[in-house]
């Protein structure tokens, strides 16, 4: 009798799939009709064993012609770093906070000068002036910048 749960089984199922294809896409209720589930439980599974510091990156496209895709990735030499600056930040940054950090990135070798520089442009609070909560928003940038930072993408 196999003792693994109906997560296990999934998530065994889909990284098969990505050994071959290192992406894959796929339809949330499709596969919840192949395993018997709700599609909920597909969601719990993608949603905590396909995370970028596991090396996964997942893209969703909601509405009739929707799809989860999920993409394997190599994490970069400062991948758990960066995950863990990330978590650190929360869900305000400010302009001040940004600048330390893109600092601390470069003085890390992680970014170089000229990316510091044009990031900090984007992140200043000029460019932000036309958003009401731009301390929210700027902190969705550097979580998104911080993210993208951690993987190489195979071509």
């Known amino acids: 009798m196999d003792n693994r749960n109906m997560s296990d089984i ?25 395993f018997d589930c709700v599609p909920s439980q ?10 970028v510091p596991q090396g996964y990156k997942v893209e969703s496209k909601r509405g009739g012609g929707g799809y ?14 960066l995950v863990h600056l990330a978590e650190s930040i929360g869900s305000e940054l400010t302009e001040n906070d940004a600048f330390a950090i893109l600092k601390q990135l470069y003085l890390d070798e992680i970014i170089d000068f000229r990316e510091k520089e044009i990031i ?6 000029k460019p932000l002036l036309s958003v009401s909560d731009n301390n929210t928003l700027r902190a969705h940038m550097m979580l998104e910048l911080l993210e993208r930072l951690t993987y190489e993408e195979k071509e």
Do not use: D
Request: no cysteine; glycine share 2%; net charge positive.
């Open 10 to 34: 999934i998530e065994s199922y889909l990284k098969e799939i990505l050994e071959i294809n290192h992406e894959i896409e796929i339809r949330r209720s499709e596969m919840a009709t192949q």
């Open 42 to 51: 597909i969601n719990y599974v993608i949603n905590t064993r396909f995370t």
């Open 68 to 81: 989860i895709r999920i993409v394997k990735i190599n994490l970069v030499q400062h991948g758990n770093y």
């Open 120 to 125: 900090l442009t984007l992140l200043r609070n």
